[in-house]
């Protein structure tokens, strides 16, 4: 092809037909110019069908996370609702100093400083935050929906490290107030299995300095734990949002 051209020019300067050769010239520029652009337009083309394939990649780790943190979330709004009723008996009955149900005494304090493993994995939003490819997503919504979750997420953790934290400083309290070996008779079954222990609540123990701490423990128990399940509310639904505008994007945009 190269040599086809090349023969037309030189036949047109050997005849001396400089304007023709002047407006072939012309017309060979132009072509050049139009091929550059057509492999430039496929090349974008490519770029951003390429762009699009590791978006969707991205998206899809994020929906798995997602997905996984949906079933802590939903878990945990089971546990700590059922921990906050819990609490509320085991605290009536301290108040009526009623010893007939020693076990919901014990499991509700020790579910109160005993701490809940939170195991939420945002490494598919970290990966699509350092690849770049975040602005290259063309759907306000996911990208709101994304921030939101995650959001939501951050509050989760900042609540229960905030009630974990207090819990362990009255858990030490407790320890070091000598309440807690005498409730749980430490000295008659030094070798009970954490997870068979129940302790022997008795009107002495009321009288006793740590009664307070745990009535606070049991309370806050009620009263925050309760709480907490707002914010766990708030993550499953914006978590199963985000999941249903990444469904729908990713299907319409392979259609």
Known sequence: MIKFFRKIRQRLLTENKFSKYLMYAIGEIILVVIGILIALQVNNQNNIRTEKEALKNYLGKIANNVIDDIEVGEYMLRTRTEQSLLCADAAELIANKDWSDQRTITKAVFVMIIEQPLNYNRSGFESLKNSGYLQHLDNPRIEELIYHYYNAVDK?????????GWANDLDLELHKSGFFSEWIELEKRPNQKMNEVIGNYTDKLC???GNDIV???LYRGFLF???????????????????????????????
């Not at 989760?156 to 974990?164: A, D, N, R």
């Not at 708030?234 to 299907?251: F, M, N, P, R, W």
């Open 156 to 164: 989760v953790l900042f609540e229960e490290s905030s009630l974990q």
């Open 207 to 209: 009288e006793h300095r």
């Open 215 to 217: 009535l606070s423990i």
């Open 225 to 255: 734990t309760a709480d907490l399940t707002n914010f766990y509310e708030e993550q499953v639904s914006v978590g199963k949002e985000l999941l249903k505008a990444i469904e729908d994007y990713v299907t319409v945009d392979s259609e």
